[in-house]
């Protein structure tokens, strides 16, 4: 349904060249999980970026295809762009503190993207978002609804922006990170909550993530980053049982210290 | 860097405009308070910027006016530094009670509309030029003050003021040793943003009458004296003030130069 | 809410009795006496004595303060040195030219610095930006007073488009309500100008600054995500964020713009709360300099509070409570 070919991105500094994504190619199929797995600087934001083409100066896709649905995205003008994103293919951002707008209500945000995507009036699309609010299991959607980003903990507030990035049903989810500056417990409802969803929605996910024991969770397949570049590949038990880089092994490993250590 | 370039330009005008100051009795080709026409005449080879109502030469009344702009506004910075950085260590270091004291006095200060005091100021004293750099100084500190109080705030809580403290320093040692010199960047900053602005209300306060005195020649009293020729001699008008917004803005240009250079924030 | 206004009108008054007591002390400790303006030197002595008395002058200072204070907040400023009218009265009669000025170059201010800031950090970069920061840098070191020159220079000494002094032209005192206004209007706009210029080019910076800073925000990101046409990102997203912090600058801008109604008052003779001070201050007229100075300041701190509430208004972290 995806196909990634041969992904480039590049960042011009003053006096050098960033190459955060280099020659990355990948395919997701209906309703799979795929994890992106790297450290820190490995290109795998960017990647989730430059799939949806949120690449702003001086960054720039340099090349690569990126086949959805028999479509080359990288082809398309913006204002096609416009209506894949959110609509077809969503994202969900690592920080729920930062990444809602404070200045309105939870609904607005919500109804804003239904709205624009499926012509609804007003009063059907704010509908929707309640809907939505309840769907990712907060409870009172109806007061809830209008309230501000600032007023839900960071749990809900991630809650929030799942309901955001479903509320068009895409068919694609991309997931950057999204537990990371959550709370372990928080983390674990996250997870359960995105795999019911997918099941509901037959949602494609692409899981970015540093951490392999959530690959393990929930993933079919795994990729491993480095430094741009794709080391490794397959499927996650066989990634995990025979990792043929040392890096992806170093990676295994200190997932097992963690977890014998706990 | 666009910024770097306009630091450079400012730097260069400033400089330029400091040693013109410093060597006005040699270079004005005539003394500033003779006078040599017995007419108002218009800029030319022999008066580059003209003769003003008395017939003496603008251009020479404009570099000794410089080198009273410039020592004003040096003066009354450094003066306003120096009770600016006084109070906000004081404010930032003690914290609580004496923190709340300095800041309530600072918004006492700062609830003045300065202009106006410093003018009720001046024309209960005999104004001159040194009172006008002292009462400038006095009613200019604040700024300076909350920024000094915000950066022993922060540092403060650092950990080698810790460490120091545990090691037993005296406060004193403390504040001028270890808090002090890192704070220096912003208080470098706004000390050319606080020169600016002193030359620009010395200007305005001579124009009213209640700065330089005349004869000696500043250019805000030389714009006082413009008032009445405007339509005759708009050059006595137009070239001081033009004087003033070069010395500013180049001022502005090297402040924002350094402010980039050493990363201090808004 | 209503709590922090209250609290903050609580504060004011510790904040005025302190302008007041420095005013006053600083004042009436200077050398020069304010009966000397005004009397015949070759006035007998017993007379003299009688004025002095008349006017308080003979008591001791703290004793003129305390009753000064007193009948300030019955709001007797006591009596202009020079007209004899309550102070009061002329200042009301005053201020709302100077209101006039003020609120109209606020106005024009926001009118401006608001889609310039703007579009300069949409733009950063481009020929607008380059060209509106080096105005700006340009509108804030030029000396309020010399624009106003200039601008009369031009507008009204040498093209004569324009008064160049005063609010209105008395000869027209007759005519009809309409012709009035516009009258006003002409007379306004060269010093609205004048004072306009320098706030104008300080605030363009800030707004600009906040804009950029709220674009660099991730919800601007998020925005662009859900598929949203730049237009609604920038309108829609970024600039409510961008418009919480005016609010503030522009109530601390306000002893600026104070200042500048001072200077430019008195270049134009607009008849004003600025001019009328200094005059005041040429003169030593103690209870009108006292008068202004407690108004400007009352002005300037209501002013901030404004602006306090007004952010805690537009911002909805403020506004609303977490649960």
Redesign the interface.
């Known amino acids: 349904m995806l196909e990634v070919r041969n992904l480039s991105t590049y960042f011009y500094q003053e006096d050098s060249v960033v190459k955060a994504v280099e020659g990355v190619s990948l395919a997701v199929a209906k309703g799979e999980t795929l994890g992106v797995v790297g450290e820190s600087g490995s290109g795998k934001s960017t990647l989730a970026l430059s799939l949806m083409r949120l690449i702003y100066p001086p960054g720039k896709i340099v090349s690569g295809e990126v086949v959805f649905n028999g479509r080359d995205l990288m082809k398309l003008s913006e204002e096609e762009m416009i209506k894949i994103r959110g609509a077809k293919i969503s994202i969900i951002f690592q920080d729920p503190f930062t990444s809602l707008n404070p200045v309105y209500t939870v609904g607005d945000q919500i109804a804003e993207a239904v709205k624009l995507h499926q012509g609804l009036s007003r009063r059907e699309a704010w509908q929707k978002a309640v809907e939505m609010l309840e769907i990712v299991r907060i409870k009172d959607s109806g007061v809830r609804i209008k309230d501000y980003p600032h007023q839900f903990s960071g749990g809900m507030r991630q809650r929030v922006m799942i309901a955001m990035a479903l509320a068009c049903k895409p068919e694609i989810l991309i997931a950057d990170e999204p537990t990371t500056a959550l709370d372990v417990t928080i983390q674990a409802e996250i997870l359960r909550l995105l795999k019911e969803l997918q099941k509901e929605l037959k949602l494609s996910i692409i899981y970015i993530t540093h951490n392999f024991g959530i690959v393990k969770q929930m993933c079919e397949r795994v990729m491993v980053m480095r430094r741009g570049k794709i080391v490794e590949e397959g499927r996650i038990r066989e990634v995990m049982d025979n990792p043929r880089e040392s890096y992806t092994k170093g990676l295994i490993d200190s997932l097992k210290v963690l977890n014998d250590r706990s | 860097m666009k910024k770097n370039k306009l630091a450079v330009f400012g730097l260069s005008v400033l400089g330029l405009f400091v040693l013109l100051a410093i060597f006005a009795p040699l270079i004005a080709p005539y003394d500033p308070s003779d006078i040599v026409e017995n007419e108002t005449l218009p800029p030319s080879l022999k008066h580059l910027f003209g003769t003003d109502d008395l017939g003496r030469d603008i251009f020479s009344r404009a570099l000794f006016g410089a080198r009273i702009s410039l020592t004003v506004g040096l003066v009354a910075v450094i003066i306003a530094i120096s009770i600016g950085t006084l109070f906000g260590a004081i404010a930032g270091y003690y914290g609580g009670l004496v923190d709340s004291a300095v800041m309530r006095f600072v918004d006492i200060m700062l609830a003045f509309p300065s202009i106006f005091l410093i003018l009720a100021i001046q024309v209960m004293l005999t104004p001159n030029i040194y009172n006008v750099m002292i009462v400038i100084g006095l009613t200019s500190w604040m700024g300076v003050a909350r920024l000094v109080r915000g950066e022993f705030l922060r540092i403060r809580e650092l950990q080698y003021v810790e460490a120091a403290r545990a090691i037993g320093a005296s406060d004193l040692r403390i504040i001028f040793r270890h808090i002090l010199p890192n704070a220096t960047a912003p208080i470098i900053v706004a000390a050319t943003l606080g020169m600016a602005g002193a030359i620009l209300t010395e200007s305005a306060l001579s124009f009213l009458g209640l700065g330089v005195q005349p004869p000696m020649p500043s250019w805000g009293n030389m714009l006082m004296d413009s008032q009445a020729y405007m339509r005759d001699a708009p050059w006595m008008a137009i070239i001081p003030g033009l004087l003033i917004l070069i010395t500013v803005l180049s001022l502005y240009f090297v402040g924002e130069g350094l402010r980039e250079h050493l990363n201090v924030r808004g | 809410m209503r709590k922090f206004i209250a609290r903050r009108l609580l504060q004011l008054i510790?904040?005025?009795i302190?302008?007041s007591l420095?005013?006053f002390f600083?004042?009436h400790l200077?050398?020069?006496d304010p009966t000397a303006l005004f009397i015949d030197p070759n006035i007998n002595p017993q007379e003299l004595a009688r004025v002095r008395v008349n006017w308080g002058l003979d008591q001791p200072i703290h004793i003129q303060y305390v009753k000064w204070l007193w009948n300030a907040l019955r709001l007797d400023f006591g009596r202009s040195y020079t007209s004899g009218q309550p102070v009061i009265v002329e200042i009301a009669e005053r201020l709302p030219n100077t209101l006039l000025l003020m609120i109209s170059s606020y106005i024009l201010t926001l009118l401006i610095c608001i889609p310039v800031g703007v579009y300069s950090a949409v733009k950063k970069g481009g020929w607008f930006d380059?060209l509106f920061t080096v105005l700006s840098?340009?509108g804030?070191?030029?000396?309020?007073?010399?624009v106003g020159?200039?601008l009369?220079?031009l507008f009204a000494?040498?093209l004569g488009w324009l008064p160049a002094v005063g609010m209105f032209d008395p000869l027209i005192r007759e005519k009809g309500i309409v012709i009035r206004v516009m009258d006003v209007l002409r007379h306004m706009l060269l010093p609205l100008i004048a004072m306009t210029v320098g706030s104008l080019a300080g605030l363009t910076r800030y707004q600009r600054?906040a804009m950029l800073e709220v674009l660099n925000?991730?919800?601007i990101?998020?925005?662009?995500?859900?598929?949203?046409?730049e237009r609604i990102v920038i309108f829609k997203?970024a600039l409510?964020?961008a418009l919480?912090p005016i609010v503030t600058i522009m109530g601390l801008s306000l002893?600026d713009l104070?200042?500048g109604a001072?200077?430019i008052e008195?270049i134009f003779a607009w008849p004003g709360m600025g001019r009328l001070?200094?005059q005041a201050?040429?003169q030593?007229n103690y209870p009108l300099?006292m008068g202004?100075?407690m108004f400007?300041?009352l002005l300037?701190?209501l002013g901030n509070l404004f602006a306090d509430i007004g952010y805690a208004l537009v911002?909805?972290?403020i506004r609303?409570?977490?649960?």
């Open positions: 510790p904040l005025l302190g302008v420095i005013s600083v004042m200077a050398p020069g380059n840098f340009a804030m070191a030029i000396p309020t007073f010399w020159l200039m009369m220079l000494v040498q600054a925000q991730d919800f990101r998020t925005a662009r995500a859900k598929g949203l046409p997203h409510r964020n919480i002893p104070f200042g001072f200077i008195t001070g200094v201050i040429f030593r300099i202004i100075v400007s300041a300037i701190v911002d909805p972290r609303y409570e977490k649960k």
